[in-house]
């Protein structure tokens, strides 16, 4: 068994300084070993495209304004995104036993951008007839994300594309199995996903890098 499975699994059952400290060897050989598959994962992502600097999170939560005060996080998670201005979009890596995944797109669009996305979904299906796409459909199914209750302010909630409209967040998911991300190919298969998402990516880079006569703004 790996000790990142091995070292979290524990940690779940003993989420306190006191086991942490007295297990501290583990944790370092199980975070120098999950720092191992996200600097792959990057470094195979990087000869397909020009990436932002990769984050390693730490493990420390912080519990300043959470009724949880675990001291620690039960994963291990990294993210980078697409060299900006020119390219948009981020990613993120999960591992945590039995709930590994990757998250690709938006997880929070700053207002303008928001709003620029929303603007061209209202006058444009392009981004409806992407994301109906068999391929997209088949890796990732439908795109997920936090919504807004109604229609947002300035769009008819009567619009044909009212459920793309209220999108907060434009996010995939793919899970993998503990046994995937640990096998030595699991970098490959992460670019793999990703690149089924290349007309999405795509398509939002557009939107964002020009104005609405789509006159480019870098």
Not at 88 to 109: E, M, T, V
Request: net charge neutral.
């Amino acid at each position: 068994m790996s000790e990142i499975v091995k070292f979290l699994k524990k940690l779940q059952k003993n989420n306190n300084r006191e086991w942490f400290t007295a297990h501290k060897p583990e944790f370092d050989t199980a975070k120098a070993e999950a720092d191992l598959i996200f600097n792959k994962i990057y470094q195979e992502l990087s000869k397909k495209e020009e990436l932002e600097p990769l984050k390693i999170y730490r493990i420390y939560r912080d519990v300043r304004f959470s009724h949880d005060k675990t001291p620690y996080k039960s994963h291990f998670s990294a993210q980078t995104g697409r060299k900006k201005p020119h390219h948009r979009g981020g990613y993120y890596f999960h591992i945590q036993p039995d709930h590994c995944f990757i998250g690709i797109g938006f997880w929070g669009p700053e207002r303008d951008d928001l709003l620029r996305i929303r603007k061209d979904i209202e006058a444009s299906d392009e981004l409806e007839k992407i994301l109906q796409s068999k391929s997209i459909q088949k890796e990732f199914g439908e795109m997920q994300g936090e919504e807004v209750k109604s229609a947002p302010k300035g769009f008819s909630k009567e619009h044909e594309r009212i459920e793309l409209l209220r999108k907060k967040q434009y996010l995939f998911i793919k899970n993998f199995t503990d046994d995937e991300v640990l096998a030595h190919d699991f970098p490959q298969k992460v670019v793999k996903s990703i690149q089924v998402l290349q007309p999405f990516l795509d398509y939002m880079t557009e939107v964002l890098t020009t104005d609405e006569n789509g006159q480019p703004l870098y």
